[in-house]
């Protein structure tokens, strides 16, 4: 990678918290839809979205220059490859609560404690909040839905019997669960989640059964249990304790395939190291290395078999 001016380091983390926010109000107003048929004056997207024209101008002239949306001619605006992201679902959503409740907690992040920011922030913790809030729910579980087809293609190039059932532990909707049935038409599935999740039992169809629990009491039994960026959810002793709810309930032979970061040494730039920080400011939880990973698994009674990117196998011990 080539060396950036050491101002331009220091600019560009100084100015996070506004492209943040930026980008949170902008996916809230769904600029990337209204620019989905081509480029449009921001006059004529401010007023179909019912922005101040000045403010969204500025906004989008911002975002522009690193490369989400491009200012074509003066005031008229178009996608770009990065902004066509924010159309739909998955992205937008994301970046909804980024630039909305997440930029909150995170703005209240301090060094003192290793305790979560979102708590002290809105007096509850993150899922006791969200199931008060069923509209960021629903966005939650939408944003989780940004990278389902990597975590798909994952999974999918693992050997599978064919005819296992697969939990999908803390699952949420269920998406990913769907996808990877429709790969393997052998497989039945269980989305094993919390009560509230948002989920379209038509579209889990029969094959996927819903099962409405918490994962610190019980879940059900099966073949393969599937932990999709669940326990980075957590510190070290309630996945621990997830990872033993799950050794209770699974068969001796029964594979774990936990779907999270394994961040690397060194100082390249990796998406996680970011994440673990939001992780930190939501719940105390964290991105963790290999090291962490093999003291986890084993406080879990299981033991690593395979350590890929963003998948690690591993077995009951
Ligand atoms: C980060 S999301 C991951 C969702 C999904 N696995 C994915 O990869 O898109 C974590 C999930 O854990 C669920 N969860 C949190 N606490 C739980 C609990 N006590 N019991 C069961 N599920 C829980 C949340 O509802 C949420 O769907």
Known sequence: ???????????????????????????????????????????????????????????????????LFAEEEDGVFRNTAASELLCGEGWVDFAHLCGGVWHRAAGELDATAGDPS?????????????????????????????????????????????????????????????????????????????????????????????????????????????????????DDERAAAILRTIRTAAPTDARLLVLDAVVRPGNDPDAAKWLDLLLLALFAGRERNEKQWRTLLAAGRFEPVRFHDRLIEARCR
């Open 1 to 67: 990678m080539s060396e950036r001016p050491p101002d331009a380091v220091v600019w560009d983390l100084c100015r996070g918290a506004l492209a943040t926010r930026v980008l949170g109000i902008v996916a809230d107003l769904r600029v990337a839809d209204v620019l989905a048929d081509g480029p449009r004056p921001v006059v004529e997207i401010a007023a179909e979205v019912g922005a101040d024209g000045g403010a969204l101008h500025r906004f989008l002239r911002a975002l522009a220059s690193d490369g």
């Open 118 to 234: 979102f708590p002290r922030v809105f007096g509850t913790d993150f899922w006791t909040w969200l199931l008060a809030h069923p509209d960021e729910r629903a966005a939650f579980d939408r944003a989780m839905l940004q990278g389902l087809e990597t975590r798909v293609a994952r999974l999918a190039t693992l050997a599978w019997r064919g005819d296992e059932t697969v939990v999908d532990v803390g699952g949420g909707n269920g998406s990913l669960l769907v996808e990877l049935l429709r790969l393997q038409p052998g497989l039945r599935g269980i989305v094993f989640d919390l009560p509230e999740t948002n989920r379209d039992d038509v579209v889990l169809g029969d094959r996927i059964e819903f099962v409405a629990g918490d994962v610190f009491e019980s879940v059900p039994r099966g073949d393969v249990y599937i932990l999709g960026t669940v326990l980075h959810d957590w």
